[in-house]
């Protein structure tokens, strides 16, 4: 054996024990004629100790070890002298009587330790190395304990774990596909499934009425710190069941997820619908941990003073932000700069101080009577010595996401967003469709396989953009944590739906018409929900990126610096596929 024992489960009640151990050169000390080793190993540390008095030899090939030797050494378990309460082996040292260096390591590019000098670029490149940091160990620990505590859950439940097919058509409604050519089909593609969504609805009127599958799924989007090209999916579908079926059961399983991850205890989520979430917080995913919920105020401003930005707007919200009244003209301009960004999109910050002796200093001063001042300051509930914070636009929703920006840069500021702390909700009702200014046309909010709410069903023909979705998400600390809706299982509604989506009868039958016959053999009303695993990780390990979750993630270009793909092919590879290159560079 290359070990008897791993470098964290040796203890004082161990001494006097000869074992073997096997790991990487951590760091090394040299004390007189002694010299220290930290060995490291996936379990933890231990220190190894060689004295050049008992064997001069050993005590110079020790000296020649660099970081990241991976090694072998044999001898006795010791009490240590000098005792390490930071590790759980810091009792305890090996006396060492035999070394065999495994492999050698040139000196790594940054150093192996939680708090690295290493940049994100040169730890992807050297992910491998990157991976045996503690830090970075430990979050896919906890990956891999959530993912036995899904599947112990789910079994627990009747659910039925079925894998679904990588290579599948392609359906380029929603994100962009990445797509596979097909060398035994020339000039035909797969796609990568950016859902399992289609082949799990086939599995519910196949008779399989409780579904799970931890699935890989692909989407071609631009990535931020939440998304990456290729993700993980706790995917679900159940058959005879309703909405509330599904998120108590879901819930159920967020509740046991909490409690033997975090040791938290949810509570009852509240339901809340998307109408309210973005009328409260501009967000179909608000963040619950700390306050400042919008307040309407085009009764005390629109008409009421000489500020023409207001009186021709269609919606003026405020936030107070608790204890800012002292916020200097720098802060201020930085915040106006903030919601001038492209990425927030407002025009402009007005602002109104209520100081904490009294007075009030705003940026609409002389637009504005001090008593239609003090109305808005009893209107948005704020008390002396806090600040509102206002914005205003022509389209309600688009000023009301703007704001949220605001709200979440304001928490950020004050620090209300604590990591160990967890709101977590449902949000219901979303719309059915939402309009799309890229394609001109209604696009299914979530899929076009979406159940519509069955009392909006008459307004279909006549008024799409107002039919509700029997649609569900598990919001968490301003993240969708997960996602799902009833299925229609109706043919004709089916049919109703991808009219209304713009699909000629001949698109819908090429693109779908698998599930459409598929349905005529006695479909099963169905539901289903997917969790983000990587966002869900993320949440519970309290990172701010989900690619510290996952082994081998991409970076923001979507690149894998370490293996350095995606990368040409072979112009063999490219004849044998019938495929011509013709770049737009």
């Known amino acids: 054996m290359y070990r008897t024992s791993t470098c964290g489960e040796l203890r004082l009640s161990d001494a006097g024990k000869e074992v073997t151990l096997a790991g990487w050169v951590q760091r090394s000390r040299k004390m007189g004629g002694m010299t220290f080793i930290d060995l490291r190993d996936r379990y933890g540390i231990t220190q190894l100790v060689f004295n050049e008095a008992d064997d001069a030899t050993l005590c110079g090939d020790a000296n020649k070890l660099g970081r990241e030797y991976c090694i072998q050494v044999n001898g006795i378990v010791s009490e240590r002298q000098s005792k390490n309460d930071k590790i759980p082996t810091g009792d305890i040292e090996i006396i060492v009587k035999g070394l065999n260096v495994l492999s050698p390591s040139l000196t790594p590019p940054f150093t192996i330790e939680d708090n690295t000098d290493g940049g994100d670029d040169l730890r992807m490149k050297y992910r491998y190395l990157d991976l045996r940091r503690e830090a970075v160990r430990k979050n896919l620990e906890l990956r891999h304990r959530m993912t036995i505590l899904i599947r112990n859950f789910l079994d627990s439940q009747k659910f039925m774990e079925v894998e679904t097919p990588i290579l599948i058509g392609s359906t380029p409604e929603g994100a962009r596909d990445f797509v596979v050519p097909s060398r035994m089909n020339p000039g035909q593609f797969y796609a990568l499934p950016q859902s399992p969504q289609t082949l799990k609805q086939l599995l519910m009127v196949a008779g399989f009425d409780r579904y799970f599958q931890i699935a890989k799924c692909f989407r071609d989007e631009d990535l931020r710190a939440d998304r990456q090209p290729e993700f993980t999916q706790i995917d679900c579908e159940m058959s005879f069941v309703d909405q509330d079926d599904v998120i108590n059961l879901f819930e159920e399983m967020a509740r046991h997820l909490f409690r033997e991850i975090r040791g938290v205890e949810l509570p009852k989520l509240e339901q809340m619908t998307w109408h309210e979430a973005m009328k ?90 001090a008593e239609q001042l003090q109305k808005v300051k009893e209107t948005t509930g704020a008390k002396d010595g806090d600040l509102v914070l206002i914005l205003s636009g022509n389209n309600a929703n688009k000023t009301r996401v703007q704001l949220c920006s605001l709200r979440l840069e304001m928490a950020d500021r004050l620090g209300l967003r604590d990591k160990n702390v967890f709101k977590c909700l449902w949000i219901v009702d979303f719309p059915l469709f939402e309009w799309s200014d890229e394609e001109q046309r209604l696009m299914a909010t979530h899929h076009p396989f979406t159940m519509p709410n069955p009392d909006d069903i008459p307004l279909l023909d006549e008024h799409p953009e107002q039919v509700r979705a029997k649609a569900y998400d598990f919001v968490c600390n301003g993240i969708e944590v997960g996602g799902g809706s009833l299925r229609i299982h109706d043919t004709q509604l089916q049919e109703k739906m991808f009219e209304v989506l713009g699909f000629t009868p001949e698109r819908a039958e090429a693109q779908f018409g698998f599930l459409m016959n598929a349905f005529k053999y006695g479909a099963p009303p169905h539901a289903g929900l997917a969790f983000g695993l990587d966002r869900f990780v993320s949440i519970l390990a309290g990172l701010d990126s989900i690619r510290d979750c996952i082994a081998f993630p991409k970076n923001n270009s979507g690149r894998d610096v370490m293996l350095d793909a995606p990368s040409m092919i072979d112009q063999k590879q490219l004849d044998e596929l019938e495929i011509k290159l013709d770049l737009k560079l």
């Open 280 to 369: 409260r917080f501009g967000s179909d995913k608000p963040d619950l941990r700390f306050g400042m919920e919008f307040v309407e105020l085009m009764d005390d401003l629109k008409g009421t003073g000489s500020f023409s930005v207001f009186d021709e707007a269609t919606y003026i919200g405020g936030i107070v932000v608790p204890g800012c009244a002292d916020y200097s003209r720098k802060q201020l301009n930085e915040l106006t700069d903030f919601v001038k960004r492209p990425q927030v999109g407002a025009h402009g910050l007005v602002f109104i101080k209520y100081n904490t002796d009294g007075t009030v200093k705003s940026s609409i001063d002389k637009f504005y009577t």
